[in-house]
């Protein structure tokens, strides 16, 4: 059974930095595909951010420049480092994953993935 958790959501101050984690148990991030979604209140959920197993990463346009994916294959967990936040990225925050997904172009969208976590909330405020 995939488990996928989420931690390391807060509240911070517009500017401040985040790093979310997401631990996996029953996958391994040495395959597929791993992404960062988001969603505000009334909004679509939208993609931030995809790794795929070889390292290639992709973001979206909106967070390109102060957000890195990362992946630690040994620890089984994904990163989010959240820098320059503003208060535009508040939204609950979910990870993803896909394990014969192959994520190069762009980042996908959601509903190509197979397994996610139950979110953490990140709040910016101004």
């Known amino acids: 059974q995939v488990q996928l958790v989420e931690s390391g959501g807060g509240s911070v101050q517009a500017g401040g930095s985040l790093r979310l984690s997401c631990a996996a148990s029953?996958?391994?991030?040495?395959?597929?595909?791993m992404g960062w979604f988001r969603q505000a209140p009334g909004k679509e959920r939208e993609g931030v951010a995809s790794i795929y197993s070889v390292g290639i990463t992709r973001y979206s346009d909106s967070v390109k420049g102060r957000f890195t994916i990362s992946k630690d294959n040994a620890k089984n967990t994904l990163y989010l480092q959240m820098n320059s936040l503003k208060p535009e990225d508040t939204a609950m925050y979910y990870c993803?994953?896909?394990?014969?997904?192959?994520?190069?172009?762009?980042?996908?969208?959601?509903?190509?993935?197979?397994?996610w976590g139950q979110g953490t909330q990140v709040t910016v405020s101004s």
């Open positions: 993803a994953a896909h394990p014969t997904l192959a994520c190069i172009a762009r980042v996908p969208a959601s509903g190509v993935f197979r397994y």
């Open positions: 029953g996958y391994t991030y040495s395959t597929g595909c």
